[in-house]
C-alpha cells in the first residue's frame, strides 16, 4: 500500500518548493515521546515514507506506535526517455512530500527508549536532508 492521496483536483501541477512555511504547523510534539525535526528543504517520495514506516513496524513491532506528520501530496512527472520536444507534460511518476525546515516527520511514543534513539540515528543517514533529534521535553539528542 503506497501513500497516495485519494483525491486531487490536478494530477499534474508545477511543482517549486516555497522556502516560507505557515506559522503553527508541523512545529509543535503532540502525539510521541521522539521527534525527527528537518534542518533543511527536501523531498520525501511516497515510496521512502512507506519504506521507512515497513523498517519502524519491525523494529518496533508493538511496543512502540509511529505518528507521521508528513504526507506526500505534490505530483511528480516525468517523460519517457528518447521522446521528442512538445505533446504536453508527461506522465505521473510518483508522488512527494516537500519538506521545509523545521518540520517534523514523525513522531514516536515507545517506553524503549535506548531502541528509539538508536533506531532514529539509523534513519536519520537514509534521509536526502539533514535532520536532528529531540524527546519530548525539548532536549536536542546527537
Same mark, same amino acid.
Given at each position: 500500500m503506497l501513500l497516495t492521496p485519494k483525491?486531487?483536483?490536478? @494530477?499534474?501541477?508545477?511543482?517549486?518548493?516555497? @522556502?516560507?512555511?505557515k506559522l503553527g504547523t508541523k512545529k509543535t510534539?503532540?502525539?510521541?515521546?521522539?521527534? &525527527?525535526?528537518?534542518?533543511?528543504?527536501g523531498y520525501i517520495t511516497n515510496f521512502q515514507l512507506e519504506n521507512l514506516r515497513k523498517t519502524l513496524r519491525k523494529i518496533f513491532k508493538k511496543s512502540g506506535k509511529i505518528f507521521f506528520r508528513i504526507?506526500? @501530496?505534490?505530483?511528480i512527472t516525468k517523460k519517457p526517455n528518447e521522446t521528442r520536444l512538445g505533446k504536453g507534460k508527461g506522465q505521473l511518476k510518483y508522488w512527494t512530500c516537500i519538506v521545509k525546515k523545521n518540520d517534523i516527520i514523525f513522531e514516536i511514543s515507545?517506553?524503549?527508549?535506548?531502541?528509539?534513539?538508536? @533506531? &532514529?540515528?539509523t534513519i536519520k543517514f537514509h534521509l536526502s536532508f539533514k535532520t536532528t533529534l529531540f524527546s519530548r521535553n525539548k532536549r536536542w539528542i546527537l
Open positions: 483525491k486531487s483536483k490536478f @494530477t499534474k501541477t508545477f511543482s517549486n518548493i516555497n @522556502t516560507k512555511s510534539i503532540k502525539f510521541g515521546n521522539f521527534v &525527527l525535526i528537518s534542518n533543511q528543504i504526507f506526500p @501530496t505534490t505530483p515507545s517506553p524503549i527508549k535506548r531502541l528509539t534513539i538508536q @533506531t &532514529l540515528k
